[in-house]
């Protein structure tokens, strides 16, 4: 891992706003901007967006999220305390919600969902553009945050 960062919010319809913030500011503090590093950062605040806005829907009492940067990578982890675990849906053209995790998986390389009691973590890996990816050095890495 090169570099992470953490955030704790409340879980109410403030907090999808509020992480995709978090998401743009962090990650826009340690990647250059350029073409690769927008389709990136676009990406993550929509995964960003969808993951948060499931665990409100899901009655949490808090969340957090985590997003590390790796050699080829940005993983995305939201952390809650709600019951049950989030699904792939055929949503309907009619239907007003039930895409979050399909957005997410259309977005994302890779998703999942691994459980620590009380706490549910779902996460979500995006592979950088190979131009961006050969520009990144990992040395020492960087914490930030206040996890």
């Known amino acids: ?23 743009a500011d962090a990650i826009g503090s340690v990647l250059q901007a ?3 590093f927008q389709t990136v950062l676009d990406d993550l605040v929509i995964v960003a ?12 009492t808090e969340l957090e999220l985590t997003l ?5 990578h940005l993983r995305l982890v939201v952390g809650d305390d709600a019951p049950g675990e989030p699904r792939l ?10 895409r979050g995790v399909a957005i997410t998986a259309a977005l994302a390389q890779a998703w999942g969902v691994s459980r620590l009691p009380p706490r549910k973590r779902v996460w979500a890996e995006l592979t950088f553009a190979p131009q961006l ?5 990992c040395s020492g890495g960087l914490r930030a945050g206040r996890l």
Do not use: Y
């Open 133 to 137: 990816a050969a520009n990144l050095t």
């Open 68 to 72: 590390s940067i790796h050699r080829d």
């Open 34 to 36: 350029g073409p690769e």
């Open 1 to 23: 891992m090169c570099w992470d960062a953490g955030e704790i919010f409340p879980c109410d319809i403030r907090s999808p706003r509020l992480a995709r913030r978090f998401c």
């Open 89 to 98: 849906m055929a949503a309907g053209p009619e239907d007003v919600g039930g």
């Open 49 to 60: 967006s969808e993951l948060v806005t499931n665990s409100v829907k899901a009655n949490c």
